[in-house]
């Protein structure tokens, strides 16, 4: 039975320290995910950026063949002036479509940054948690064990009393041997 009180120390500090490198590769994956959904969302950005362009020049194409259908001048008053306010529309919605893809890859990056610092806290807490769980049981052991010797009467080693060592004066041996140098 006394045996198996170590082995259940070691059990249960290693079963901590699993759990976290558990969650800490668990944290990791996502944190992977998000950096790769950020890359993706940029690229969705620059894709849809680039739509905005065509559609703004197959606008801009159709109005110029209806301009010149009609009999207007093309190129000069207010035709001209629409194409040029189309075509700076169709900037400004380019820069908000990059802008916008921008952010939410920013905010998908810092997500992935925390997630790692999350991971990495949690390793260090499922050690420390198993360490102390383990110095615990130790220290739980060894007080029964030196509580019992000390109550049933027996000594740590022939010819020494319980707490000797505890009032030898410095560099003196239990043994009387003379000073250790």
Known sequence: MAAAAPIALFAMAAGQLYSGISQADQMRDNAGILKENARRTELTG?????????DARAASGEAIAQQGGAGIELGTGSALEMLRQNAINAEFDKLNIRNQAAGEA???RSQAKQLKKQATATLIGSAISAGSSVLMGASMLGGGAAGAGAAGGASAAPGI???????????????GLGTLR
Not at 46 to 51: F, I, N
Not at 161 to 171: D, E, I, K
């Open 46 to 54: 620059a894709l849809d950026e680039l739509q905005v362009a065509r």
């Open 161 to 175: 009393s319980a707490g000797a060592a505890y009032r030898m004066p410095v560099g003196s041996s239990p043994f």
């Open 106 to 108: 920013g905010n998908l």
